[in-house]
């Protein structure tokens, strides 16, 4: 079993629409972070969180730590923002490690 | 802004050629890491380096992986007798302390033939 499980893998979706990528996690953590991977394959870092909620321009992330389990909302979506997005962990107790634990990503289609 | 680089972006190798893949950390930073990535599978981890030494390493990396970090500025990866299946997208990432995020390279697309 996955560690670190997202849904859903792929998603279509039209541009204005807003979009919820959820993740779920069965590890105890210190971090969550939410990635953005183009096709050229670079992997961008969106937001790292350990409580709460955070918001980037029309991305927001939230955690709720008690149930493992984290969303990634985009509002007023638009092509641009086609790409893999992929939820990754920092496990607790890493010590000078802090290795990241990633889902399989899931690939977000925004048609205009 | 500061980045990751890694060189070179593309290598093609034959199967049984040692490769060494470059990186260069943000400049400040003091842990580093190596992720690999199969083509169309998840990212997955391979190694972190701090304080001159390997602090964990995953089954993935074995005997034929070994990393370095030179001089001060590069960290390197090197594969001795490379094989089909380590042909992915190798991924250099560095951080400054142990609550920071890290910070992605763009990644070498390593193919094996």
Redesign the interface.
Known sequence: KNEVEQSPQNLTAQEGEFITINCSYSVGISALHWLQQHPGGGIVSLFMLSSGKKKHGRLIATINIQEKHSSLHITASHPRDSAVYICAVRSKGGGATNKLIFGTGTLLAVQP | EPEVTQTPSHQVTQMGQEVILRCVPISNHL?F?W?R?ILG?????LV?F??NEI??KSEIFDDQFSVERPDGSNFTLKIRSTKLEDSA?Y?CAS?TD??????????T?LTVL
């Open positions: 842990y890491y992720y990535q599978q998840k990212v997955e981890f972190s701090y304080n602090s964990e997208m991924f951080r142990s609550y920071n995020e890290q910070f992605f390279g763009p990644g697309r």
